[in-house]
């Protein structure tokens, strides 16, 4: 809802070398959230009991707050900082969730099939209710984010049946370890170029399609295939994981998009784009999930939330990173999926080798 009310870009209809500009500003203005969440919300959720729920239900009412106040402030300057408080609460309250998932599933095994449940559910609902939104969106946006306040108070009233969990014993210096040893490290980098490859891949095709003039359906059919292929990869991964661990799940996802960019050289056009951004979406998914569950499995429960917060914060640099380079620099969407193919071929690799066996379970 806030997404579909925010979105009076002006992208479609001014030359595109002022798109970069703005789209250049945007990615800037992504990366502020996380300065605050990283060093002070991630470690204040951990810090205190029930602090994990806490942070759930008042990131929920807060938002609910600031869409009354920005349904009022719609066409005002006072909206932007609305905005990016509604951007730095809506990545607290994913901490948060992220962080109460292991005190409500039985074993470590149930981990990424729950992780899972939430991202479908979350793909689905927010499928339907844009439907909604952009109805809505024709009479004014400040009627989407009235009805994204009645969303967030809904989301207010459920928050308070989720368990409270209890604040754990501080770390020792060997769960600490341990979250930084090899294995985790590894998992992080790995991951951090699927985010990567999601960040480049999304402005190459918006700026290439843009230069060939392309109708706007096409853009919707990209975002389309990607946001199906996120919800594909959610469903695959539960039950490979019952196969293979999660770093091997981890690895397949890094090779799946090496081959998909391959094939899309070979096919080229605006079909092979759209083949590789569901492929992306399906890895980064399902590769995601599989990180989730390893930094659930191995951080110490006293510093899970600050855990999250901090690679949530290299992982969002680093898709902003990746879609830098597209916008910076004009190339060829070919030239882009052999970047795209030569990067996660050489990341499987050093995956592979420097984690021993990851495709065991």
Known sequence: MVAIALAGSLFFSISPDAARTRVLLYLVFTMAPFAVIAPLIGPLIDRYSGGRR?????????RCVLCLLMADHINGLLLFPLAFGTLVLGKAYGVARASIVPAVVADERGLVQANAKLTL??????FAVSLPGVALLQLSAAWVVLLGAVVFAVGT??????PAVRASPPAT???????????????????????????FLAFLLAFSLRAEEAPAWWFGVILGVSAAGALIGAAVAPPLRRWVRE??????????????????LQMGGRAGAAMLGAFVGIAASAGRLCFDAIVQRDAPAADRARSFARFETRFQLVWVAGAFIPVI????????????AVTTTVAAATYATGRRRPWER
Request: proline share 3%; glycine share 12%; charged share 10%.
């Open 54 to 62: 806490g942070m759930v239900l008042v990131s929920l009412v807060l």
């Open 121 to 126: 559910i979350s793909g689905i609902v927010g």
């Open 157 to 162: 009233f459920l928050g308070f049946q989720i």
């Open 173 to 199: 210096p060997d769960e600490r370890a341990e979250l930084r040893g090899a294995g985790v490290l590894l998992a992080a980098s790995a991951m951090a170029v699927l985010r990567a490859a999601v960040g």
């Open 247 to 264: 770093e091997g799940i981890l690895l397949g996802s890094l090779i799946a998009v090496s081959l998909a960019a391959v094939v899309a």
């Open 329 to 340: 620099w004009t190339m060829p969407r070919s030239a882009g999926f052999a970047v795209l």
